[in-house]
T-cell receptor
Framework: KQEVTQIPAALSVPEGENLVLNCSFT??????LQWFRQDPGKGLTSLLLIQSSQREQTSGRLNASLDKSSGRSTLYIAASQPGDSATYLC??????????FGAGTRLAVHP | DVKVTQSSRYLVKRTGEKVFLECVQDMDHENMFWYRQDPGLGLRLIYF???????EKGDIPEGYSVSREKKERFSLILESASTNQTSMYLCASSSSGGGLSEAFFGQGTRLTVV
């Protein structure tokens, strides 16, 4: 059974730091991996999708990498801002594109 | 802009009531999903549908049913609401494109059963 783990569970940093959030999964038979952002009490916003054949994707200050063989992904956030404060979730996609989620990393960026 | 819309942001229902949560997507997606999110337990899949009138159980289907009569609409039904169904419910949709398929979520419904 697929299991997704995110480390760290929580992170508090000063504005301007570069950050790395980690995600690992146990079964490499995935269609893709998605990173989401969730603000308190809200739904999920898709940040990046990496197909299983890809190594990385970039969007603005965000870069996500995927090493399928080792079951790892990282989300890199450059020059963090207070507006980046949120919970970040990674999810892997299997049959019927069902998503299996990690527990998330709660990020706080303080001015 | 792609959109998944859930009918309510907040709901308060009484124990034993039949509750309907509605979800509509405007992207012509084949797949639709219902998740619930609880502190310490993360997001768990309740039911999903890969086509009109087709449905499959997820990890925690007990106490729930679903309906998909039209492609754009996926309803979650709590047959007899109980307090342990107090939760955040999230609807999602995606195409059937395998690795290219990106999931999009609604804004969530916070359900409280009293």
């Amino acid at each position: 059974k697929q299991e997704v783990t995110q480390i760290p569970a929580a992170l508090s940093v000063p504005e301007g730091e570069n950050l790395v959030l980690n995600c690992s999964f146990t079964d490499s038979a995935i269609y893709n991996l998605q990173w989401f952002r969730q603000d308190p009490g809200k739904g999920l916003t898709s940040l990046l999708l990496i197909q299983s054949s890809q190594r990385e994707q970039t969007s603005g200050r965000l870069n996500a990498s995927l090493d399928k063989s080792s079951g790892r992904s990282t989300l890199y956030i450059a020059a963090s801002q207070p507006g980046d404060s949120a919970t970040y979730l990674c999810a892997v996609s299997g049959g019927y594109n069902k998503l299996i989620f990690g527990a998330g990393t709660r990020l706080a960026v303080h001015p | 802009d792609v959109k998944v819309t859930q009918s309510s942001r907040y709901l308060v229902k009484r124990t034993g009531e039949k509750v309907f949560l509605e979800c509509v997507q405007d992207m012509d997606h084949e797949n639709m999903f219902w998740y619930r999110q609880d502190p310490g337990l993360g997001l768990r899949l309740i039911y999903f549908s890969y086509d009109v009138k087709m449905k499959e159980k997820g990890d925690i289907p007990e106490g729930y049913s679903v309906s998909r009569e039209k492609k754009e609409r996926f309803s979650l039904i709590l047959e007899s609401a109980s307090t342990n169904q107090t939760s955040m419910y999230l609807c999602a949709s995606s195409s059937s494109g395998g690795g290219l398929s990106e999931a999009f979520f609604g804004q969530g419904t916070r359900l409280t059963v009293v």
